[in-house]
Structure formats: C-alpha cells, structure tokens
C-alpha cells in the first residue's frame, strides 16, 4: 500500500506527469496489485466522484468570469474604483486591489483577474512612476484574492471533499478576504508615502457619478449571485447559472461588446477548463475512497488524539504543511488530496470544519504567487512581459502581508465564523 499511495506518486510527480495521471496511476496500481479489485469499480467511482449537483457551480462561474473578462468590464470596475480613490496616496495600487476583489466576486479564477487586471492596470502605474517589480509584484499577489472572496472555486471543492455547507464557506471568505485587500491597501499606502509616488488627486464628483454609471451592470453580478444566495432565492449553483445568463445579457445587449461568436468561444474556452478540473475531481475522488476504504484518515486522527496534539500545534503544523504544497499544486489537486485526510483529523480535534476550510483556502491562494512555482507568477510574465527575477522581487513584500493575514485568520477563528453567524444566523 504504501508502494502504490506514496512511493509511486512522488515518482510520478517528480517525473512531470500531469496530477490526474499520478492520481490514475496510484489508484489502479492500488486496486489491481494491493485490493485485488475488479476495475470496473475504478469506473463506477470517477463518474460518481463528479456526480454532484455542487459541481455544476464549476463551469457556471467560470463561464461568467469568461464574459465578463471579454469586454469592458475590467476598465468599468478599473475606473469606478480609481474615481473612488483618487484622492488617496498611491491610489493606483488601491484600485489594482479593489478592482481585483471586485472582479473576484464575479469569476472566482485567480489566473483570469491576473490576466485581465494586469493589462488594465500595469502600464497605468508604470507610467505614474510605480517601480516595475512593485507594480508586478502587486498585480500577482493580489489577484489570490479571488479564490478567498467568494464565489471560490476552491471552496466548492471543499465543501464537496468535506461535506461542508458551501454557503456556510462563502460566508466565512468574505471577512478574510476583505481583511487581506485592507492589508494590501494598507501597504500600498505606506510604501508610496515612503518612496514618494502616486499621489493623489482632488475628488470629482461627476467623475465618479460617470464612473458608477457605467460601471453599475459590472457591480451588479456580485450583489446578484451573493444576494440570491443568503437571500434564500436559489442555491450557489443555481446563483452560477444566473450569473452566466446575467452575464450574457449585460455584455451582448447592454455594452454591446460581444458577438454571438464571442459567446460561442467564451462556452469553448471554458468547457476545456471545466474539463481540466473535473477529470482532476474525478480521480482525486478515487485516491480518497481508496484511502477511506484502507482507515487511513481514522488511524492519523487516532495518532492525533494518543499524542494529544493542542489545535494551536496542529494548525501550525498544517500550515506549513499547505505553504510547502501550495508550491508545487495547484488549489485545487492540494484540496482533493489533503481534504479526506485533514478533515477527520480536524473534527477529531475540535477545529470547526468551516473555519479550516478557509484557512486551507488561504493557505493555497498564497501557493498561487509563492516562488518559484505560483501559477500567477507565469501568468504575470506571460502578459506582463517582464523578466521572473523582477517579478519575485516584488513578490516577497506582499507575501509578508499574506502570512501575517493567515495567521490572524488562523489562530482567531471569529474572523471567518462571523461572516458565518452575521448572514446564517448561526
């Protein structure tokens, strides 16, 4: 067992195979040499890993993020904010974040707020004076906010993996991630006030009243599929699906920017993406009942309890154990691997099930932009074009931020339970 769970996936992954393949290879290894089961159960379990009306949210969150992210809606949220703003110090670093946590709430897929707010917002401070790896670094670092503010993909895989309310999760992310985007802001206004740039100018009323107005369909789609949810009209994954047709209607007949063409290829796009994740569900799922079905998860929590382990000495453990995987997976493999095994050990030592959840989230938003191998990184030198040693220069600062915000989060578990008790009641 321990040849086909552990040594055969290491080797794998140190080999570059791709994770859903790793996964494939270690169960069935596992089921034919060690279980002697028939395969037609490893086909039984992929389909019904995936068979989950929570993952239907997937796609439908992704596809509106494709929408919006198409036409003008950046430069909408981009100038709203920015008119907000202005009188600020450094209020161009202020609307990269608020801009971000904006967009967040609408997609929810980090790489895509880093792409389409970089574009927007990096020659815009490059030419008010911001230092490139400052500039890159903050438009990097910030885009993790958007698997931390819901609507998280992430957090729905969870709450699948965990058997967690996904409501109950969104409602935990939101004080967090607010909490994250003030640090940020914060740290923005004091390195320019230390270094003398971005400074402010007088507040225009008419420049904001113009800027609302055209970005009011923007702002719509969070306080759509936000509301609808603690409102009680639908459920998160019927909130993505309004979200999509909210999307289409405001882009095609409301801006006028996509075609019927666009829309066709926004589907496309992200019916490939939508396939990427869910085959990495589906064997995830797999590995996971292997492990149930061997009493893994029960022996660790038993382990816990012998030692008698202190929730403090778990959750540091923990953390450095998801900051050290956050550097090689992404989000999402890291939580359908971990969460079966993490989980009965958390309920076994009294950490709250929704609390955790979003530690893990915050832990693995920070493996998004953490050297060397954070996906926004790439994405960042990809559409930023500028060299990686820059890029991890600017870095460093903001990672600080974001490891001295989950530690906060961490060991003061209100942060996220009262955003749980303020819109559930409970």
């Not at 140190?14 to 395969?39: D, E, K, R």
């Not at 949220?77 to 971000?100: C, H, M």
């Not at 030419?127 to 490139?132: E, N």
Request: charged share 10%; net charge positive.
């Amino acid at each position: 067992m321990t040849l086909a769970l552990v040594v055969v996936p290491l080797v794998l992954l140190l080999l570059g195979f791709p994770i859903f393949l790793v996964l494939l290879t270690s169960v069935t290894a596992m089921l034919m040499f060690v279980m002697g089961i028939q395969p037609a159960v490893l086909h039984q379990n992929l389909f019904g890993t995936i068979n989950q009306f929570a993952l239907l949210a997937v796609p439908f969150f992704i596809y509106a993020g494709e929408l919006m992210g198409r036409g003008s809606v950046a430069q909408r949220l981009v100038d709203f904010v920015q008119s907000a703003a202005s009188p600020v110090r450094g209020s161009l670093g202020i609307t990269t974040v608020g801009t971000t946590t904006i967009f967040g709430a609408i997609s929810g897929v980090s790489a895509a707020a880093v792409a389409t707010i970089g574009k927007v917002m990096y020659p815009a401070m490059r030419k008010a004076g911001y230092p490139d790896h400052f500039a890159a670094g903050l438009i990097t670092a910030v885009g993790a906010i958007d698997i931390i503010i819901p609507p998280s993909i992430p957090m729905i895989v969870y709450g699948a993996a965990a058997e967690e309310s996904v409501p109950r999760l969104y409602a935990a992310g939101i004080i967090p991630g607010l909490l994250i985007a003030g640090m940020l802001a914060a740290y923005v206004i004091w390195y320019c006030r230390k270094h003398d740039i971005g400074r402010g100018s007088p507040f225009e009323w008419k420049r904001f009243l113009y800027a609302t107005q055209r970005g009011l369909w923007a702002l719509g789609a969070p306080f759509i599929i936000l509301g609808g949810i603690y409102g009680g009209v639908f459920s998160p994954t019927e909130a993505a699906a309004v979200a999509c047709i909210y999307a289409g209607l405001v882009t095609r007949f409301v801006f006028h920017e996509l075609t019927f063409k666009d829309i066709v290829e926004a589907a496309s796009a992200t019916a490939v993406f939508s396939a990427q994740i869910l085959i990495i569900v589906a064997c995830a799922g797999v590995f996971s009942w292997i492990l149930t079905s061997n009493q893994v998860p029960s022996m660790l929590a038993a382990w816990l309890q012998h030692y008698s382990v202190t929730p403090w000495m778990f959750l540091l453990a923990i953390n450095v154990l998801l900051l050290a995987v956050g550097c090689f997976l992404d989000p999402l493999s890291a939580i359908l691997l971990l969460t079966p095994l993490l989980v009965p050990m958390v309920k076994a030592i009294g950490i709250d099930t929704v609390h955790f959840g979003i530690v893990v989230t915050v832990n693995l938003a920070i493996g998004l932009f953490h050297p060397p191998f954070g996906i926004n990184i790439f994405v960042a030198q990809s559409v930023l074009g500028i060299p990686l040693k820059v890029l991890y220069r600017g870095i460093i600062p903001f990672l600080f931020v974001y490891l001295v915000a989950l530690a906060i989060i961490t060991y003061i578990p209100d942060v996220s339970l009262i955003g749980v008790k303020l819109l559930m009641g409970k």
